[in-house]
């Protein structure tokens, strides 16, 4: 079993849905947990981050952590053409030699967004 | 904005070969990774550099592949010789430390270099 797990998709809605994308995670030492969005050839560039559980709301997207259920979930709300991406979960906890973080990323979920 | 540099952005190579890749990380970035990401799944970490040293480079091939940052600001990575399994996106970030003291999600990505080998 991978440390984190995340539906590759594709997921195709049309403009103005509602999207939620999901990861579940098996280390219960993850304190980070972070969402990256990947447009085509392009490198990874950070959605959102989460500390421990809890929700945090910028804009349109929402992040919540449960810990307790080892569950993240993205929600993008009013969603556009321009969301079209990858969205990545990545997650992090220090190593074992307790000196640095290590970020572990989830496959990916290919969004299409329809006008 | 300040951003990190890559080159080349695509390189096809053939098996056998060898083949580099450089990175120039955002000015004053004493931290710098080397990612791969395999088409349909998530970077995994190759090595880690804090200035010119090693942090970590316990999932980088070394049979074939080498990374050095010399004076702890550009870095180049090398594979030699090259692999059809090594055809993949090849990503490099940087932060401005790295540790217990700086949380993880400030890595900032660079565009990429995208090796194909035939």
């Known amino acids: 079993q991978k440390e984190v797990e995340q539906d590759p998709g594709p997921l195709s809605v049309p403009e103005g849905a509602i999207v939620s994308l999901n990861c579940t995670y098996s280390?219960?030492?993850?304190?980070?947990f972070m969402w990256y969005r990947q447009y085509s050839r392009k490198g990874p560039e950070l959605l959102m981050y989460t500390y421990s559980s809890g929700n945090k709301e910028d804009g349109r997207f929402t992040a919540q952590v449960d810990k307790s259920s080892k569950y993240i979930s993205l929600f993008i709300r009013d969603s556009q053409p321009s969301d079209s991406a990858t969205y990545l979960c990545a997650m992090s906890a220090l190593n074992s030699g307790g000196s640095n973080y290590k970020l572990t990323f989830g496959k990916g979920t290919l969004l299409t967004v329809n006008p | 904005e300040a951003e990190v540099a890559q080159s080349p952005r695509y390189k096809i190579t053939e098996k056998s070969q060898a083949v580099a890749f450089w990175c120039d990380p955002i000015?004053?970035?004493?931290?710098l990774y080397w990612y791969r990401q395999i088409l349909g799944q998530g970077p995994e970490l190759l090595v880690q550099?804090?200035?010119?040293?090693?942090?970590?480079d316990s999932q980088l091939p070394k049979d074939r592949f080498s990374a050095e940052r010399l004076k702890g600001v550009d870095s180049t990575l090398k594979i030699q010789p090259a692999e059809l399994g090594d055809s993949a996106m090849y990503l490099c970030?940087?932060?401005?430390?790295?540790?217990?003291?700086?949380?993880?999600?400030?890595?900032?990505f660079g565009p990429g270099t995208r090796l194909t080998v035939t």
């Open positions: 280390n219960s030492a993850f304190q980070y």
């Open positions: 550099f804090q200035d010119e040293s090693v942090v970590d």
């Open positions: 970030a940087s932060s401005l430390l790295s540790g217990t003291g700086r949380p993880p999600y400030e890595q900032y």
């Open positions: 000015s004053g970035h004493a931290t």
